[in-house]
């Protein structure tokens, strides 16, 4: 079928107007016949940025070694590979092919996010048990240094009581230490004050006397 040089040319422009069309409806995205489409500066940065807050949460958790060295070796894989996305989306390209970036970039997108978030909540659990362990570690040493407290106090307090108690013996009123043979007073040490110790030890009158010889001897007859 042969065309004339002026239907050739209609056909190029209605195609070319139906491509604006649909690059219209695909924000940032436009795609030109036979040339390819080029992706707006404006959603290659956000990608860049995206890249580049990856790197540095993964930095930072593998700082803290958060990762295994197999977890390591995909992570960085992923990340490679978004950067690899984003220079070929950077240029012109076909549809197909973007379509085929966009689905990789998404899977990527979930990946790193499954792995950073993972080690981020580790790395905040194990912050928490190391502050819990010192914590611990804190109150051992404080009941440890209020045990040696109580323990000084009781032998300084012992010290005392002994001090006191010696104090006690060395000066206390001779009556006090010399009692012990007082156990069993009266004559003859019977355990009955006798008439001698009595006479002794307190003044009786006669009359007195007379009655306690009385009382006594009445006790004897009965």
């Given at each position: 079928?042969?065309?004339?040089?002026t239907q050739l040319t209609q056909?190029?422009?209605?195609?070319l107007e139906k491509s604006i069309e649909e690059a219209e409806g695909a924000k940032g995205v436009t795609y030109w016949p036979f040339v390819g489409g080029k992706i707006d500066k404006e959603d290659i940065q956000v990608a860049k940025d995206t890249?580049?807050?990856?790197?540095k949460r993964y930095d930072a958790a593998n700082d803290e070694g958060m990762f295994k060295w197999d977890e390591r070796e995909r992570v960085e894989g992923d990340l490679d590979e978004m950067e690899k996305i984003i220079r070929s989306i950077s240029k012109r390209h076909k549809k197909s092919d973007f379509d085929k970036a966009d689905k990789a970039w998404r899977s990527l997108d979930?990946?790193?996010?499954?792995?950073?978030?993972?080690?981020k909540r580790a790395l905040k659990k194990r912050q928490r048990d190391d502050a819990d362990a010192a914590e611990r570690a804190d109150q051992f040493e404080r009941d440890v240094e209020r045990q040696r407290s109580l323990d000084r106090k009781a032998k300084y307090?012992?010290?005392?009581?002994e001090r006191r108690d010696k104090l006690d013996r060395q000066y206390a009123p001779r009556t006090r230490r010399?009692?012990?043979h007082l156990v069993n007073p009266g004559f003859a040490g019977t355990g009955n004050m006798g008439y001698g110790e009595s006479l002794d030890r307190a003044k009786i009158s006669k009359s007195?006397?007379?009655?306690?010889?009385?009382e006594e001897l009445e006790n004897l007859l009965k």
């Open positions: 079928m042969k065309i004339t040089k056909l190029i422009k209605e195609e890249l580049s807050d990856y790197r979930d990946s790193l996010r499954t792995a950073l978030g993972g080690a307090d012992a010290i005392d009581r010399d009692d012990y007195e006397l007379a009655q306690i010889i009385k």
